[in-house]
Nanobody, 111 residues
Framework: QVRLVESGGGLVQAGGSLRLSCAASGFIFSIRPMSWYRQAPGKQREMVATIASVGNTMYADSVKGRFTISRDNAKSTVYLHMNSLKPEDTAVYYC?????WGQGTQVNVSS
């Protein structure tokens, strides 16, 4: 079955950087679009970034210019490179493939 395992979250000061990873298995990774979502306390889950199988990307306006999504098909892994982090980026970050979700990784940005 599909398995998505996120890692790389943690505590960082505002202005800092983190790289999240999502290791995927159970499907043909190279032909599937992959996404990162996040959910802050008391808020709805929102799309952060999406990458198509051929590499086209799309970002939420709130992270454009600061976050970069990438994929390594040989490793069946999708990444989220987060720079210039802000306290409002604090959330649980989830990896998504169609209807399947990972367990999430917590990102905390202190001011």
């Amino acid at each position: 079955q599909v398995r998505l395992v996120e890692s790389g979250g943690g505590l960082v000061q505002a202005g800092g950087s983190l790289r999240l990873s999502c290791a995927a298995s159970g499907f043909i990774f190279s032909i599937r679009p992959m996404s990162w979502y996040r959910q802050a306390p008391g808020k709805q889950r929102e799309m952060v970034a999406t990458i198509a199988s051929v590499g086209n990307t799309m970002y939420a306006d709130s992270v454009k210019g600061r976050f970069t999504i990438s994929r390594d098909n040989a490793k069946s892994t999708v990444y989220l490179h987060m720079n210039s982090l802000k306290p409002e980026d604090t959330a649980v970050y989830y990896c998504k493939e169609y209807d399947d979700w990972g367990q999430g990784t917590q990102v905390n940005v202190s001011s």
